[in-house]
């Protein structure tokens, strides 16, 4: 069956002068041009393709690959506004729109989205969404606590990092779990570390069986360097005076958080002071 908007194989069913004829168990042809045609593509053969239609609304193929088909998400940038919405860049042409009732707030030209790629079952074409929520249900969960999870950070908020996970769920990464920097649109591994009683999950980025909680002494460490430009003129080596007077704890504890940081590879230490690298 063609399916528009999705990466599919078709079936090579004859060469003709304009390029390849696809198709699958429906009546459906599509040609793919010459200049995309892959070398060895004979008839009976299977070409993976993106289903398209084009601004005529016209089914069309192509071996090119958009950031992301329908049902998938991805970090796109707003080109232009038009009369019905958003016009975002995803690899394609036209581009994906955003329609004006999809977007979570109002879109700025220029600005990078995290975009969730959906179908219009009217109209059979591709559109985008900003209303990331709507399409993560965690009513039924595919995962439990200790599990290992395919991460997209889609926001961010006073309590911590709101993310997708395994392209079904929603989860947390709570501010206190946070040692690295991070940013919207970034693809990260995590594990579960909570799920609650309403389903809702909290996500760390370390695994558990390594740590069961992150001590707090580290996240005080980690935000200090961070908040001082990612670098801490203090060191193992510094006094234990002058490393209760930056932090209220003893350099005992100081010593065991940059240990942490510096197995994570989120800091670079030398001989004047503590470098963020992560």
Known sequence: ????????????????????VLGDDDAVELVLPNSECPKGAVEGSLVNVFVYRDRDGKHMVTTRKPKA??????????????GAGATMEWGME???????EEQRRDMEEGRWYVVRVALDPETDRPYGSTRIETFLDNSLLTVKSGDEVALMVFGRSDLGLSVIVNDIHQGLVHNSEVFKQVSIGDRITGYVKTVREDNKLDIVLQPIGYRQFIDVNVALVAKRIQSQG?????????????V?????????AFKKALGF??????????????????
């Open 244 to 252: 209760y007077d930056e932090f209220g704890i003893s350099k005992k």
């Open 230 to 242: 990612g670098f801490l003129p203090l060191t193992d080596k510094s006094s234990a005076d002058a």
């Open 69 to 82: 088909q329908v049902g998938e998400f991805a970090m796109m940038r707003m080109r232009a506004t038009r």
């Open 1 to 20: 069956m063609i399916n528009t908007g999705r990466i599919q194989d078709l079936t090579v069913l004859r060469r003709t002068s304009e390029g390849l």
């Open 261 to 278: 940081l510096y197995k994570e590879r989120l800091i670079r230490l030398e001989e004047a002071g503590v470098v963020w690298v992560g």
């Open 94 to 100: 036209p581009d994906l729109l955003v329609p004006h």
